[in-house]
Antibody, heavy 119, light 109 residues
């Protein structure tokens, strides 16, 4: 069974930092593009960042570019999101999600999320 | 630069609902949209790939299509458990980013 388990969320003051982690199991981790997607409770989904299978390519939403850094450790089947310079508008539930590379695949399996509150 | 979805749709039990998602030639019009279902307080679940095929285990009652820059999700034989939020998503080639619709809340009467 494919599982994604996020951790590392919490309450942080504006300007602070947090590092989110996602532990993956049940699939060949380094074959998949990994994503972070966030959702303010009661609101819609916002894509944050992605990293390809070997970690050589990363993309970011404009809203987090220069503040957040995505990384992965394929030896430990783990995904990370280093969040610096946090703002109140970064408050959201952060999901880790996988995606097979290329078309026609979509962001497929999602974790339960970890809540980040900036206040 | 997100995708456009109607905020809400209401249909009766056993009826058919069609949800729309409008983007542009850089995203939906380029290589289609994927659809996700999200029940209250649950993570999203992928319903369809961008070529309108369904992942394993997704009911045939869920079908998708595309015309130009607009993608559609049709849910036939509506059941109470279909009441949820539905999101479309697409890769935007000009932004190099995934974009989502704002979501449609489907109510089954």
């Amino acid at each position: 069974e494919v599982q994604l388990v996020e951790s590392g969320g919490g309450v942080v003051q504006p300007g602070g930092s947090l590092r989110l982690s996602c532990a993956a199991s049940g699939f060949t981790f380094d074959n998949y593009v990994m994503n972070w997607v966030r959702q303010v409770p009661g609101k819609g989904l916002e894509w944050v960042s992605l990293i390809n299978g070997d970690g050589s390519d990363t993309k970011y939403a404009d809203s987090v570019k220069g503040r957040f850094t995505i990384s992965r450790d394929n030896s430990k089947n783990s995904l990370f999101l280093q969040m610096n310079g946090l703002r109140t508008e970064d408050t959201a539930l952060y999901y880790c999600a996988n995606k097979r590379p290329g078309w026609p695949y979509g962001i497929e399996v999602w974790g339960q999320g970890t809540m980040v509150t900036v206040s | 630069a997100g995708l456009t979805q109607p905020p809400s749709v209401s249909k009766g039990l056993r009826q058919t609902a069609t949800l729309t998602c409008t983007g542009n030639s850089n995203n939906v019009g380029n290589d289609g949209a994927a659809w996700l279902q999200q029940h209250q307080a649950r993570p999203p679940k992928l319903l369809s790939y961008r070529n309108d095929n369904r992942p394993s285990g997704i009911s045939e009652r869920f079908s998708t299509s595309r015309s130009g820059n607009t993608a559609s999700l049709t849910i036939s034989g509506l059941q109470p458990e279909d009441e949820a939020d539905y999101y479309c998503s697409a890769w935007d080639h000009s932004l190099s980013a995934w974009v989502f619709g704002g979501g449609t809340k489907l109510t089954v009467l």
